[in-house]
């Protein structure tokens, strides 16, 4: 049986890091997509060498990710599962959102995944299989305050996974969102004690997420296991969001 090769945007660090381990220990070989983090990422790289292998673009760029796609090709075969999960965070309020920030964080989440779905998608129809999985948030379920930006973008992934899902069902192709709530990555370095606390408290399980939690979810997605699920957001969130 073929080795299948997953490509995962975002994958320096927090879920995407967790992910790319995940899916190096189920055997695959994985693409690691990075912007700006080549240490961390040679790093992880360091930890699988023969299965991780990193690769740089800016997902906003569709040149950059053409390039992406073709040296993943080569190097490494068609992508058979693609993980959409590179972002940005930022806490702001609505009036103070100047719009090149409003703009690229759109160009990040939402068109980085119409880029990146659109490289992966004739490989995938050709051999008529594929696994496509987003990377959305419980803030794009029920926003979030001084999230905005954020919260609109990821909003916006979930409606890209559930209507690409019904146009590529009958080539073959799942097409799922993972929807994380309150994970503990670096993305949570400005919350206090207190409020990590408080949030924990909020949260049915009583804890944070961890980014290995989400990973194995997203692994699930890409399984056989998975393959009568589709267009579906899975949210992983402890009962927070239901």
Same mark, same amino acid.
């Given at each position: 049986?073929?080795q299948?090769?997953?490509l ?22 994985v ?22 292998f990193?690769?740089?673009?800016d997902?906003?760029?569709?040149k ?23 972002g ?19 160009d990040?989440?939402l ?13 995938m129809?050709?051999?008529?299989w594929?696994?496509?999985i ?13 999230? /905005? ?5 990821? $909003? +916006?992934?979930?409606?890209?996974t559930?209507?690409?899902?019904? @146009? *590529?069902? =009958? ?6 969102c993972?929807?994380?709530? /309150? ?5 949570? $370095? +400005? ?6 606390e408080?949030?924990? @408290? *909020?949260? =049915? ?11 194995k979810?997203i ?24």
């Amino acid at each position: 049986m073929k080795q299948k090769t997953v490509l995962i945007t975002g994958a320096s660090r927090g879920i995407g890091a967790a992910t790319a381990r995940v899916f190096a220990q189920a055997g695959y070989c994985v693409a690691a997509n990075y912007q700006n983090s080549e240490q961390a990422v040679q790093a992880l790289a360091q930890e699988y060498p023969r299965q991780i292998f990193p690769v740089q673009a800016d997902v906003a760029d569709r040149k950059q990710v053409e390039a992406m796609f073709e040296w993943v090709r080569t190097n490494l075969g068609a992508v058979d599962v693609l993980v959409c999960n590179a972002g940005i965070a930022k806490q702001e309020l609505f009036t103070d959102v100047t719009p090149e920030s409003w703009q690229r964080m759109l160009d990040v989440h939402l068109t980085g995944a119409f880029h990146c779905c659109q490289c992966a998608l004739p490989d995938m129809l050709r051999q008529k299989w594929g696994r496509i999985i987003t990377v959305s948030s419980m803030w794009g379920q029920i926003g979030g305050s001084c999230e /905005v930006a954020y919260s609109a973008a990821k $909003a +916006g992934l979930i409606g890209f996974t559930k209507a690409l899902a019904k @146009e *590529e069902g =009958p080539s073959g192709i799942t097409v799922n969102c993972v929807a994380p709530g /309150v994970i503990d990555t670096d993305m949570m $370095a +400005g919350f206090s004690q207190q409020d990590r606390e408080a949030l924990a @408290e *909020e949260t =049915p399980t009583g804890s944070l997420g961890s980014p290995q939690q989400v990973a194995k979810a997203i692994l699930f997605l890409a399984s056989e296991d998975a393959d009568y699920i589709t267009g579906q957001v899975l949210g992983v969130n402890g009962g927070l969001v239901i």
